[in-house]
């Protein structure tokens, strides 16, 4: 829900909605979550602001971004301007950024910014969010598979592996995630995690938000007497042996190839989080099936829903850093028709 959340060491934090700032306000201290078991989160102290340049009247330790990544609609460096200009800019020291997004070189363009600045190295967390959740409504979280944890590691650019230990910035923002309940790892070659999550997106997502069903419909076996999908979606019997035949090996062939690119940037046949190992493709392919098999799992990949929803897709920075041409090229043509009814809707 949130796009960005502000956090200083001596005031309450602030979260950044612009979509949805009213359900936040009304409903954010009263979120239902399915992790564990329905709970309810209760969120105190926490001030709500509507735009960037509402909250820019302060200092800040941190600043958190869960949107979307869309360079080609928003780039990040315009989205955080109001921090990064005057009179921002000259009044404050520019904190740390800490990327919660989908993707690949999403922390690029900020960077390239912040270095323009001449304040010094910017400091950038990077982070590989594993989280598979739903949203029923507007304040229940579905968490799928009880799926939790986030890795994570500063942004060094055209650095596959940092052997340098973790500076206070980093450190720091790891454990308030642990102090929170989540669980977090510092890692010395984030961009190899981050590049292994990405080989997921590239493959399953855009699968499903190429065909329009989400990727239970190459593996669960049709529904038994009395017994109902919520989502409907199955693999029939009907045509079961081509989609074994000719959509799995074409998935593996996607893998492959994002994992040829992998070594060619350097990232090394090594076990995570320090590379992805020659076992990456059969493992992934073994786990998605292992997952979506089963009757309980209704996920969408966000993809999926962006595209349903007529919503811009992460098309640049999942498939677009990764070029895999093919599905690059179809995602692109969606995407562009996506910003066209934006652009109509507004004149």
Known sequence: MSNVSARHPYEPPKIIVRAKATDCTSKARNTESTLGGNQIVILTGIVVCNSVVSAADR???????????????????????????????????????????????????????????????????????????????????????????????????????????????????????????????IVPSIYAVKFAKNCWNITWSTLATLTSYTVSSLWRPPPKDGEVYENGVYLSESTREQVEKYTIPNMR????????????????????????????????????????????????????????EGRPMEVEVIVGSVRIEMLYALLLVKQNQIIRKMEMSRK
């Open 59 to 185: 200092a800040y330790s941190h600043v958190v971004l869960t949107i979307k990544a869309l360079p080609d609609v928003t780039p990040t460096s315009t989205l955080l301007a109001p921090l990064l200009e005057a009179p921002y800019a000259d009044r404050f020291d520019q904190p740390t950024y800490v990327f919660l997004q989908n993707g690949l070189n999403v922390e690029a363009d900020l960077y390239k910014t912040l270095l323009s600045l001449e304040k010094g190295q910017p400091k950038i967390i990077s982070a590989a969010v594993a989280i598979i959740t739903n949203m029923r409504g507007d304040n229940v979280v579905e968490h799928i598979l009880n799926i939790d944890h986030t890795s994570m590691g500063m942004y060094l650019p055209g650095v596959v592996y940092d052997s340098s230990p973790a500076p206070p910035e980093l450190t720091k923002f790891h454990n308030m995630l642990i102090k929170g309940g989540t669980r977090s790892t």
């Open 253 to 308: 062939a996607v893998l492959e190839e994002a994992i040829s690119v992998a070594r060619a940037m350097g990232i090394p046949d090594q076990p995570a989080p320090r590379g992805i190992p020659s076992s990456y493709v059969d493992s992934t392919v073994e786990m998605t099936a292992g997952m979506y098999v089963r009757p309980d799992n209704n996920h969408r990949p966000s993809m999926l829903v962006d595209a349903d």
